[in-house]
């Protein structure tokens, strides 16, 4: 079944772009997880897993994931949802060969839409595999440099991928 959803009054895209764009966003969180080592294959899954279930019912604003060492932030990348992505160029995944090192954890944090209400949260219930809680975590990367980025893009649907690194 696919349902449309109309961004604008000229942009419309499906629940298949949005597959289609978070499709891309699992590989660079695959290729996140193996250069690293931080996450497990399942682990990996349920992640892409819950970032499609969001973005599908139109809940995901971003989705931000830092490879921290001891604390300290080493390389990070951004997905912020863009919906009406008409004027982005569409790349493919990669560029995101991380580095092993010790000590080294994966954080990812998710940020919502307000359209994520009360009900949402409940019609959500069940579907999600992860137990997201809330993070007051700073994700402004301030201690990072920019390292350029990606579009992924499906008719109007996209995510525009932003990178950072020490």
Known sequence: MSQTRTASAS?????VD???VVRRVKTDLIMIAESTGAWTASKTADYAHDIEVLAKAGYLAWV????LQNGNELKATRFHVDEESGSLTASRPGGVLWP???GANLRIIISYTDAYTVAAREATNGKLKIGWTTSFDDTSHSCLSSAGG???VS???????????A
């Not at 931000?64 to 490879?67: E, K």
């Open 11 to 15: 942009a419309t895209y499906t629940t």
């Open 18 to 20: 949005v597959e289609n």
């Open 64 to 67: 931000d994931v830092t490879l």
């Open 100 to 102: 092993r090192v010790p």
């Open 150 to 152: 990606r579009n992924y």
């Open 155 to 165: 008719n109007a649907y996209g995510m525009q991928r932003k990178d950072w690194a």
